[in-house]
């Protein structure tokens, strides 16, 4: 039988109705970004014409100068990567080890440790951000590197140690058996057999603390009180001031902003979606 004579009138308004839900999600999802990226080419007198010009005439480069120029952005731009790349390394690292040591060592307790751990990431941030800043102003740290990527780690660890432990649920025990009567220790185990096994997650893990530590907004607000720390997405807030939203350079900045999350993830997505379909097991 043909696939033309399978095609049935059910079938095919079924398949229509799935291209119009994806089409519609894919509308709702790219129209800010089109609309972020039309306004950063917008000189300040036409952003606010009706109706709006999604192709400006003249299109300008001003806006992005003055985010280039801007010696401030600069410096926020810099401490958002140092962050980013501080909390990636350090939730891969740590969650390495406490998903390996959940899946594969069984001890007083672990159960409901592990779900501890999941119960953190659960509760909203609002609830917790006094508590936060209290224990970091104790500790000395507002307003420090240090400070903000100890917050940034509570936000990624839970999720990536719930990833990798699921991961390496489904990895087979003979491998490390074997390895164990060869002579190898487990930390040896672990980084020459195991993690070059799991590239795909570790990928997955990088990436989603990257890109939570990059976007975060609420934390970076409150624990910094002034530029030295401040991370662009706040800085990006200081667009909006009492003559109003300098909606141009706001734009800008956010689409230079997105430039390297968007880089970063077109270079893992391949590993990222075998990384999220593999530690997406019951653990």
Excluded: H
């Amino acid at each position: 039988m043909s696939l033309r004579t399978r095609l049935t009138p059910l079938t095919i308004t079924i398949k229509t109705l799935k291209w119009l839900c994806i089409m519609l999600i894919c509308f709702f999802s790219l129209f800010p970004v089109a609309w972020c990226l039309s306004t950063s080419f917008k000189p300040e007198a036409i952003i606010y014409r009706t109706p709006p010009e999604w192709i400006p005439r003249p299109p300008t480069l001003g806006n992005y100068a003055q985010i280039l120029i801007n010696k401030d952005m600069g410096r926020y731009f810099f401490n958002t990567l140092i962050l980013s790349i501080g909390t990636a390394v350090i939730t891969m690292f740590v969650s390495i080890l406490a998903g390996y040591g959940f899946s594969r060592y069984r001890f007083t307790g672990s159960k409901f440790l592990i779900w501890t751990i999941l119960f953190a990431r659960i509760l909203p941030r609002v609830a917790v951000i006094i508590p936060f800043y209290i224990i970091l102003r104790n500790l000395k740290l507002i307003n420090t590197y240090p400070g903000l990527i100890l917050i940034y780690l509570t936000i990624c660890l839970p999720v990536a140690v719930w990833m990798l432990k699921g991961y390496f649920d489904n990895l087979p025990i003979e491998i490390e058996e074997a390895a164990i009567i060869d002579g190898c220790s487990p930390f040896t185990m672990l980084i020459k057999i195991i993690l070059p096994m799991s590239g795909p997650i570790v990928v997955t893990v990088a990436m989603n603390a990257f890109i939570l530590s990059w976007n975060e907004f609420l934390f970076a607000l409150t624990m910094t009180n002034g530029k030295a720390i401040r991370p662009i997405a706040v800085g990006l807030a200081y667009f909006i001031d009492e003559m109003g939203v300098r909606w141009g350079p706001l734009m800008a900045a956010s689409v230079l902003m997105s430039i390297p999350a968007v880089l970063f993830f077109a270079y893992a997505q391949g590993k990222m979606v075998k990384g999220l379909s593999a530690g997406a097991v019951k653990g």
